[in-house]
């Protein structure tokens, strides 16, 4: 199988990639849907991930993409965990004697695919070892279109997909959100953070009389957007860019200036 090495260019591409994601606004309601079904079971990866030193979400965005949530089936391709896998890769897991439990399917995948061995779980490193998962057809053979097995659903992804195996078409559209937009969304809600590194505020800010033009809202409101698509390009940080400065907005805001944002109660 043809490789990808992960180089320092590709971590950053990646990243960047990350960084600036915007979940589109059509999709958000698709994308909750998966997020909260992965936190439901939160604690089945968690299990695993803890056996193997994978990060439980990890875990978590494959099984979405692989068999869409279903404790029933092999993490490995989707088929079905009542007898070893017949798809690529077939006659999965070699050892044990089916129905196998998801558990069990589970470990056998990571490990097949050495994830057990891997310790750069970064966002560069991250990614990079999803797409080694799906494949990297779209990167060697397609470079105009970014795999939707990560960027479905974003700003980073239009169209243009594998069809069948081998069978590519650029107006086929993927209806599959992607691994890193569900990544995206969960550090968003302040659920997952990448090898534990968060910032501490240095900059130290002279308040100022006049009214600032981005202040505290539940309600979108000009500058908003522009905000947080700033604050995206800060490493460690991301928000939802809808325009509306809250909560998770005001936090970000805080950990680059040492401020919350103005008109934020938690000001003291």
């Known amino acids: 199988m043809a490789r990808v090495n992960l180089s320092p260019g590709l971590i950053d591409e990646y990243t960047n990639l990350f960084n600036t994601c915007i979940i589109n606004p059509a999709r958000t309601g698709d994308v909750e849907k ?19 030193n994978i990060p439980w ?9 692989e068999s869409s949530l279903d404790f029933s089936r092999h993490l490995h391709n989707g088929d079905p965990l009542i007898a070893k896998t017949v798809h690529v890769p077939a006659g999965r ?19 097949m695919m050495n994830l057990h061995k891997w310790d750069d779980w970064s966002i560069g490193g991250m990614l990079y070892k999803i797409e080694e998962y799906n494949g990297w057809g779209y990167r060697l053979h397609h470079q105009h279109v970014l795999s939707p097995y990560l960027w479905s659903f974003s700003n980073k992804y239009l169209r243009g997909k594998y069809i069948a195996d081998g069978r590519w078409s650029d107006t086929a559209v993927s209806s599959q ?3 890193a937009v569900l990544l995206r969304r969960l550090a968003e809600k302040g659920e997952i953070t990448f090898n534990g590194k968060d910032l501490t505020a240095e900059i130290q800010i002279t308040p100022v009389e006049s009214v600032p033009l981005v202040r505290f809202s539940n309600k979108k409101i000009p500058y ?22 809250g ?3 005001s936090e970000a805001f805080k950990k680059v200036t040492g401020y919350y944002l103005f008109g934020d109660e938690r000001i003291v």
Request: a neutral charge; charged letters at 20%.
């Open 247 to 249: 909560n998770k907005t």
């Open 34 to 52: 998966i997020i909260q079904k992965i936190l439901a079971n939160k604690q089945r990866y968690e299990t695993v991930g803890s056996q193997l």
């Open 224 to 245: 908003a957007e522009e905000l947080q698509k700033y604050l995206n390009t800060i490493p460690g940080i991301f928000v939802k860019v809808d325009g509306i400065p």
């Open 177 to 179: 959100c992607g691994a």
């Open 57 to 65: 979400y990890f875990i978590a965005v494959i099984h979405n993409m």
């Open 93 to 111: 897991p070699k050892t044990g004697t089916p129905p196998f439990t998801w558990e069990e399917s589970a470990a056998d995948a990571l490990q």
